[in-house]
């Protein structure tokens, strides 16, 4: 291996790079709005079930293992999507774009999750949001490697985890305070709905078209 490929792969860019361009925002955006979505489905469903459908812990199990079961098809679904897209012969951008739309789009019926469904129809409507966090979330960490060099993917990574973290942050509260003032996760559930979409017009907005983005690099002590 020659000296200068060694250092091309141990070359990394600098924060300020990654943040100069609007592709990293695109990926942080998409996960502000939804990665607290992720977060009212793991801590508040218990809640949920236990004040809408008087469900106690044991009588949870089963609609919690459809619910993270969901999740978890979810989270294999969105990547194949993507990738038969791509095998046929569409564009990255499209093939990209049309997993994240289908996912934001498969949300949406959660609104009915607590509007009067049955119990099992909530459970289902709820597994198939969590499904679709999951293929959503497995396309943006690709939007990362996608768009960005080998080097600086962790860096974009880890800022955009940061800033859903910080949209959790403000979920956690403001999914207290809508429960106090409303007694209902109506208002809860018609937000995580929504959040995808929103989330994907943001994507669609900062990064129109999915293309490689050339950093200034730094080498690695």
């Known amino acids: 291996m020659s000296r200068g490929r060694r250092t091309a792969e141990v070359a990394r860019a600098s924060l300020p790079s990654v943040l100069g361009n609007r592709q990293a925002w695109a990926i942080a955006a998409g996960r502000f709005f939804t990665d607290p979505v992720w977060y009212i489905y793991l801590f508040w469903v218990p809640d949920f079930l236990s004040r809408t459908r008087h469900l106690d812990l044991r009588e949870m199990a089963l609609p919690l293992f459809l619910i993270y079961s969901g999740a978890t098809g ?4 969105g990547g194949w999507l993507s990738s038969l897209l791509l095998k046929r012969n569409w564009s990255l951008n499209k093939s990209r774009k049309t997993a994240l739309l289908v996912c934001a789009l498969a949300a949406v019926p959660v609104s009915y999750a ?89 994507v669609e907005l900062l990064a129109p078209v999915i293309e490689r983005v050339s950093l200034s690099t730094e080498p690695v002590a």
């Open 74 to 77: 979810g989270s294999v679904a």
């Open 114 to 202: 607590a509007m009067g469904a049955s119990a099992w129809v909530a459970v289902a409507l709820v597994a198939l949001a969590a499904g679709a966090h999951q293929g959503w979330s497995a396309n943006m960490y690709t939007l990362a490697s996608d768009m960005f060099p080998r080097a600086s993917v962790g860096t974009v990574v880890g800022f955009s985890s940061m800033i859903g973290a910080i949209g959790g942050i403000f979920a956690a509260k403001t999914v207290g305070y809508i429960l106090q003032w409303t007694g209902s996760y109506v208002l809860v559930f018609a937000i995580a709905s929504i959040a995808y979409l929103v989330a994907f017009a943001m």
